[in-house]
């Protein structure tokens, strides 16, 4: 694994130097859009709606509208004035019962490896957590972007999950639910019964993406028997342009992503506009 963050965990007068991993991974089978009739890559231009242009990415900016119709173009030189900017702290905020997180609120997770000489403070926040058994309630910084995550000890590393904030989840407001009948004992009793029946400890190995496995075997079949197959030496060139293009937004991506510190050397002043 490659680190993502380097910082460190501060709580009271300890500190603790940490490298942050991304703790999951997607497995999907990823596809391209292509011409049924010839298999030709599809190509994607970002047009201008008011000239036509076709706009490099050093040329794009970030807008708002408002519900008033005004729109608001902000540039990296006005994100740059925001208070995130690049913190690389993680400031502990209190020490929770972890029962009373709702898992609802947990969004992305991560692995934090100690990163000094001696992983002592490390381990003794580690064991402190679990034998406590609460989660340190944090702000976390990545990407530009200060969230509030849960700092939790798991099999001896120490796991950040960041946290939607309260009004990212919706409330469940269903009136059907309100003229619902409360169960008959004898319906919880059988209902409990065959939980019961059905009940056992949570492995989540045995538990496989069949949708994905299966998908593996028709694209692999469909290579060995060469149906629908397109070989690398007769593609075109045009599909070959469109890999440079994907490529080069896929770079794009990815240097936004780590938070790429070099900035256009013309920075444009915030404008208004009205939609």
Known sequence: MRSIWKGS???????????????????????????????????????????G??????????????????????????FDKLPAAEKHEIPVLQFVPTEQIDPILFEKSYYLEPDSSSPKAYVLLAKTLAQTERTALVHFTLRQKTRLAALRERDGVLVIQTLLWPDEVRAAEFPSLGDAQDPQPKELKM????????????????????????????????????????????QTEAGADAEVVDLVAALQRSLDAAGEEAKPATAKKTRRKRA
């Open 9 to 51: 965990i501060a709580f009271g007068l300890v500190n603790v130097p940490v490298k942050v991993y991304s703790a999951t991974e997607d497995h999907d089978i990823r596809f391209h859009q292509v011409h049924a009739k010839d298999g030709g890559r599809i190509r994607y231009n970002r047009v201008c709606s008011e000239c």
């Open 53 to 78: 242009q076709t706009v490099q990415f050093a040329d794009i900016d970030k807008a708002y509208d408002s519900e008033e119709g005004d729109r608001v173009i902000l540039t990296d030189e006005d």
């Open 191 to 234: 209902a409990g019964t065959l939980v019961e029946s059905m009940a056992d400890d949570f492995d989540p190995t045995e538990y496989t993406d069949d949708y994905q496995t299966q998908l593996r075997q028709l694209i692999d079949e469909a290579i060995r028997s060469g149906e629908k197959v397109i070989p690398a030496a007769e």
